[in-house]
């Protein structure tokens, strides 16, 4: 079982950033794939961002890439989330969540994030 516990949302302007974090729990952080999904209101849930464990393969979204950075300490057991030039339609609760080697795939609470216009 892997715990997940994101931090880091809130108000910010459009144009503004922020940075997101996601601590999770277990002694075999590195071989977690680790990646970033939104959901908006009225929408479903979508992809954001992801990083492998060795941080060689990182994918973006089309809509936040040149814009977001995912990027992760694994003596912290932490994956982060940098939104820089923020927009409107990137207000959505954020979740992170994590693959195992075994292909388990784990979720956090989630965080809110609210660009304002």
């Known amino acids: 079982q892997v715990q997940l516990v994101e931090s880091g949302g809130g108000l910010v302007q459009a144009g503004g950033s922020l940075r997101l ?13 680790m990646g970033w999904f939104r959901q908006a209101p009225g929408k479903e849930r979508e992809f954001v961002a992801r990083n492998t464990g ?12 040149g814009r977001f950075t995912v990027s992760r300490d694994n003596a912290k057991n932490t994956v982060y989330l940098q939104m820089n030039s923020l927009k ?25 994030v609210t ?3």
């Not at 974090?21 to 794939?33: E, K, P």
């Not at 060795?54 to 890439?65: E, L, M, R």
């Open 21 to 33: 974090s996601c601590a999770a729990s277990g002694r075999t952080f590195i071989n977690y794939d």
């Open 54 to 65: 060795s941080g060689a393969t990182t994918v973006y979204a089309d809509s936040v890439k």
């Open 88 to 112: 409107p339609e990137d207000t959505a609760v954020y979740y992170c969540t994590a693959r195992t080697g075994a292909g388990a795939r784990y979720w956090g609470q989630g965080t809110q």
């Open 115 to 117: 660009v304002s216009s």
